[in-house]
T-cell receptor, first 106, second 114 residues
Framework: KQEVTQIPAALSVPEGENLVLNCSFT??????LQWFRQDPGKGLTSLLL?????REQTSGRLNASLDKSSGRSTLYIAASQPGDSATYLC?????FGKGTKLSVIP | NAGVTQTPKFQVLKTGQSMTLQCAQD?????MSWYRQDPGMGLRLIHY???????DQGEVPNGYNVSRSTTEDFPLRLLSAAPSQTSVYFC?????????????FGDGTRLSIL
């Protein structure tokens, strides 16, 4: 059974700091990996989808990497802003991690 | 485009009642799925469908039924509601059945079973 783990469960940083969120998975097979954002009381918004043949994807201040050999993905957020405060989830083959709750302090 | 639409947004049921959570997408997506989200448990897959007429069970299917008579609609039925089914339910879709990734989510249905 695929397992997806996200560490840390919560993270608090001052505004402007660069940060990295981690996601690890147990299945080394060829599947895509996706990062989502969830605001309180809301649904999930897709941020980045990394195809299994890719190593990274970028969108604005976000960069996600995928290393299938080590079973890891990272989401890098540059120059964090209070509006980035949310829970970030990664997903691989229908399985979600429990998320990292990010708080960016003004 | 409306994307993925879920109705109702909120619902309170009594134990033993039945109801149907509606999910519709207007993107002609092949793949649709239902998740429940509980504190400390994350998102867990209930049922999924790779196309009209084809459904399969996910991680936590007990107590739920689904059908997919059209590409657009994927309703989730609670047969006899139990307090353990109190949760937030999300419907998701993606263009291809073999992407194994639910890319577009509805806003969720918050369900309380008394």
């Amino acid at each position: 059974k695929q397992e997806v783990t996200q560490i840390p469960a919560a993270l608090s940083v001052p505004e402007g700091e660069n940060l990295v969120l981690n996601c690890s998975f147990t299945d080394s097979a060829i599947y895509n990996l996706q990062w989502f954002r969830q605001d309180p009381g809301k649904g999930l918004t897709s941020l980045l989808l990394i195809q299994s043949s890719q190593r990274e994807q970028t969108s604005g201040r976000l960069n996600a990497s995928l290393d299938k050999s080590s079973g890891r993905s990272t989401l890098y957020i540059a120059a964090s802003q209070p509006g980035d405060s949310a829970t970030y989830l990664c997903a691989r083959k229908l399985t979600f991690g429990k998320g990292t709750k990010l708080s960016v302090i003004p | 485009n409306a994307g993925v639409t879920q109705t109702p947004k909120f619902q309170v049921l009594k134990t033993g009642q039945s109801m149907t959570l509606q999910c519709a997408q207007d993107m002609n997506h092949e793949y649709m799925s239902w998740y429940r989200q509980d504190p400390g448990m994350g998102l867990r897959l209930i049922h999924y469908s790779v196309g009209a007429g084809i459904t399969d069970q996910g991680e936590v299917p007990n107590g739920y039924n689904v059908s997919r008579s059209t590409t657009e609609d994927f309703p989730l039925r609670l047969l006899s509601a139990a307090p353990s089914q109190t949760s937030v339910y999300f419907c998701a879709s993606s263009p291809r059945w073999d992407s194994y990734q639910p890319q577009h989510f509805g806003d969720g249905t918050r369900l309380s079973i008394l």
